[in-house]
């Protein structure tokens, strides 16, 4: 008797982590179509196929919501290596660069949807802070490839960096090279 009601409780364990994941992808779907500001958890259940209730049993609040959905999304979209890979600082520049770029380029949606929404929402800011400062990172490492610092060329790399400066680039170029070889001008 007592193994039948353990694989019962397994089974019931499945299907709430089973559910609770229908209710992780429905958010992200809907951030990235949407963004997490006009997100509604009506949305989420209908979305999920589940009650309201059930949405907020697995996540009683927003931050619980977006940490979740911003943790399963980095899951599925890694951030590259940004790591300088060259000693020479053009070639550095650009290595790192176009992975950065391809990178914002395969995850606009979301990225756009994300990033507009840092200044409508405190916990949406807080959940992109990480990445922000894995930027300024980088910025300082490829700036140390230079022979001599400089912090205006830190905030040029930084700058660089940024979504809103590659998606402002790309309207222009329309190509991630193009708008590589832009920067390093800039440089």
Known sequence: MTQARAYH???RAESEDATRQRIVDALVELHE???PSRTTISA???????????VYRHFPDEP???RACSAHWAQLHP???LSPTD???QRACRATLLRLYGWYRDNAAMLTQILRDTELLPVVAEAMAPFGEQLDGVAEQLERCWPQRS??????LRHALDFSTWRSLDRITAADRRSVEIVLGWL
């Open 44 to 54: 989420v259940a209908e979305r999920a196929g589940v009650q309201r209730l059930t």
């Open 151 to 156: 912090s205006r060329r830190r905030a040029t």
């Open 79 to 81: 951030v590259p290596d």
């Open 33 to 35: 179509e949407v963004g």
């Open 64 to 66: 619980s919501m977006i």
């Open 87 to 89: 000693a020479e600082p």
């Open 9 to 11: 409780k397994k089974l």
